[in-house]
């Protein structure tokens, strides 16, 4: 078995899935919750959870360790109960019990009794429909006030509820197989969470635009159920096991694109660890630097000089600074005073991307928009004070802001905007699941800010840098998976380095300017606290590498395992990175190639260690492995 410190960076064990039957329909158990609900085969339901979450946004662990479970010929019944604490100490009760029937019934009831009043934001179900397949695709929406709507599931991301009041949903999970959603005990709507990078478009309990956070009074039960009813209209043809056979990968044709340049995040308080190894950058050999300026984090002269000696480390590289305008005076005279510290600072920038510091918090639905000057104030006034600079705006958050606050693109010269997979969920299928929503973020933020206009992607790092749901990222003192906690222990983990090929993987396409595809140091970045370089740095330096070589279309038989990118490189040769997006081991097949091909691989033993390919072109990738395939010039037409 593999090292866990190795693939994850943590002691701390993947969650435990238990698999459910009842004739046709399947289940996987985990914490107490359903996952990847399957009817012959065919994902219907993504997740069907129940969860608590505090005034931040951050999730009560519910320690449901080891519930109550029955299976016989007639299905699955389960149940458990449970408690959670809130900072002020007060308790919540739980009790849950769910069945599932061989006919395509599932069920799932919660009763909730606090110990005294208990506050959260949101404390119910949450049903996560899976997005591949089901994106554009047809769907029944059925309101409270027995009304039923016809629509489609939103193809590009939606910036507001797509569907609001749901009493139940109808769509077609396959040909001739559709599933009935049922909820009761409250009011749900749906948010489109591919706006986060959740491979899911989510029905929740209690709309946004009712007060948050919420009491729930002391000693006052609450009951919600879920009912899924699976129907097949023909015999449903079995889905294939996404677990079957070795994993073919193809090369095809030019995309007419080349890989973006790739560079990383440098902070104010990275610094100290940059200069303490700096050999490091420049054996990544970024194509760009990011270096972030929040004045409302009281950055000055001083962090701006010292972002100036990482600089001197590699001088000719592409520099933007990403300027936080505080907005608390006059943005010109804000921006001046910042333009005027980075001449005296000595740091060169070719290009700068500036935002207010309020729109780094989200407004949601229901909410009012904060006091903000225009954007075009801002816009006019960062021309004004780096004249000659290229000139970025957008959000320095998610993809989420940026699309429910749209900038004056006309008078920008790029956008931006983050991702971070641990907004809403922390365990591993749903951050590598995440990379499914990627080409779903590219593609909307392209309908927005237009087909030619340059587009900077970044930082998408796991961990987050800032929650703009809530006060603070999330503490995470015992090395755990945390949604929104700003380190997590994956970074230093081999998980990383293949989650950083599989978002490579989902971008051809985007045509992005630039990708700043994570932090040189820090708690999200590729170095250890001790300068050594983690998986990620040989992955991320090979990306780098990559930056303006030509893109070819490169096809896996099963992307959620094994995924990648292929190149031509400049002399010609066939570059390969592949990546085992999964916790087993994997078998893939390369293209045939008359001189055979060479690799080097990073798996949990270590690396990058050259690897010899057998003739047959058939190679097995260790949990999270990642390796570089090359083809040489005479075999790789």
Same mark, same amino acid.
């Given at each position: ?12 064990? &993947? ?33 069907? %959870? ?21 299976? *016989? ?48 934001? $949101? ?18 929406? /059925? ?11 939103? *193809? ?28 009761? +005990? ?12 959740? %491979? ?47 994993? =073919? ?35 990544? !050999? ?15 002269? /001083? ?120 907004? =809403? ?32 992607? !970044? ?46 993987? $989902? ?30 740095? =040989?992955?991320?330096? +090979? ?22 990118? %292929? ?23 390369? &293209? *045939? ?5 060479? %690799? ?38």
């Amino acid at each position: 078995m593999s090292d866990p410190l190795a693939l994850y960076g943590t002691d701390e064990p &993947p969650a435990r899935a238990r698999r459910l039957r009842a004739g046709a329909l399947e289940a996987d158990l985990v914490d107490g919750n359903l996952r990847t609900i399957r009817f012959a085969g065919h994902e219907v339901i993504r997740a069907l %959870a129940y969860v608590v979450r505090d005034r931040d946004w951050g999730t009560h662990e519910l320690g449901v360790s080891d519930p109550e479970v029955l299976e *016989d010929a007639s299905g699955f019944a389960v149940s458990w109960r449970t408690a959670c604490t809130a900072p002020d100490g007060a308790r919540l009760f739980l009790t849950a019990t769910l069945r599932g029937e061989a006919s395509g019934v599932l069920s799932f009831t919660v009763e909730a009794t606090p110990s005294r009043d208990f506050e959260t934001n $949101r404390c119910g179900f949450c049903i996560l429909h899976p997005i591949e397949g089901v994106a554009g695709q047809p769907v029944a929406v /059925a309101h409270g006030d027995g009304g039923v709507e016809t629509a489609t599931f939103p *193809d590009l991301i939606e910036p507001w509820q797509p569907f609001k009041d749901i009493a139940a949903i109808r769509h077609e999970a396959a040909p001739g197989l559709f599933v009935t959603c049922r909820m009761e +005990g409250d009011i749900f709507e749906m948010e489109d969470q591919r706006a986060w990078s959740d %491979a899911s478009f989510k029905t929740y309990v209690r709309p946004l635009a009712m007060p948050w956070p919420y009491l729930l009074p002391a000693g006052e039960t609450t009951r919600q159920s879920v009912t899924l009813e699976i129907e097949s209209v023909f015999p449903t043809r079995p889905a294939q096991s996404p677990d079957d056979g070795p994993v =073919h990968v193809d090369v095809g044709p030019a995309l007419g694109e080349t890989f973006p340049p790739f560079g990383v995040l440098v902070s104010p308080e990275d610094v100290a660890a940059i200069l303490n190894a700096p050999d490091r950058l420049e054996a990544l !050999g970024p194509r760009h630097l990011l270096f972030h300026f929040d004045p409302v984090a009281g950055h000055g002269l /001083a962090e701006l000089q010292a972002m100036a000696s990482v600089q001197a480390l590699v001088p000719e590289t592409h520099a933007m600074l990403e300027c936080v305008v505080p907005c608390e005076s006059e943005p010109g005279a804000e921006l001046l005073d910042a333009a005027r510290l980075v001449q005296a600072s000595g740091l060169r920038i070719d290009a700068v991307t500036v935002g207010p510091s309020v729109d780094r918090q989200s407004t949601p639905p229901g909410s009012e928009w904060p006091p903000c000057p225009p954007l075009e104030e801002v816009y006019e006034a960062a021309r004004r004070a780096f004249p000659g600079v290229t000139l970025g705006g957008g959000m320095f958050s998610y993809f989420t802001e940026l699309n429910r606050k749209r900038p004056p693109v006309d008078m920008l010269d790029l956008v931006s905007h983050a991702t971070c997979p641990i907004v =809403h969920a922390a365990d591993d299928l749903s951050v590598m699941q995440t990379l499914e929503a990627v080409p779903f973020i590219w593609r909307s933020a392209r309908k927005i800010i237009g087909e030619n206009k340059p587009y900077h992607l !970044g930082p998408t790092t796991i961990g987050m840098r800032q929650n703009p749901y809530g006060s603070r990222t999330i503490p995470n003192p015992e090395n755990k998976r945390i949604a929104m906690a700003a380190q997590d222990p994956r970074q230093a983990g081999l998980f990383a380095a293949a989650w950083l090929v599989g978002y490579a993987a $989902r971008l051809p396409g985007a045509r992005l300017a630039r990708w700043t595809g994570g932090s040189l140091a820090g708690p999200r970045g590729l170095l250890s606290p001790e300068g050594a370089p983690l998986p990620a740095f =040989h992955v991320a330096a +090979g990306l780098a590498a990559l930056s303006g070589l030509p893109l070819l279309s490169l096809r896996s038989a099963a992307r959620g395992r094994v995924d990648g990118i %292929a190149v031509r490189a400049e002399d010609g040769s066939l570059l390969l990175w592949l990546a085992n997006l999964t916790p087993e081991t994997q078998e893939v097949r390369l &293209p *045939d190639s008359r001189g055979g091909w060479t %690799a080097t691989l990073l798996d949990a033993n270590g690396g990058p260690t050259p690897s010899s390919v057998p003739s047959s072109g058939r190679l097995a990738l260790g949990p999270y492995a990642v390796a570089l395939f090359e083809a040489s010039t005479s075999s790789a037409d």
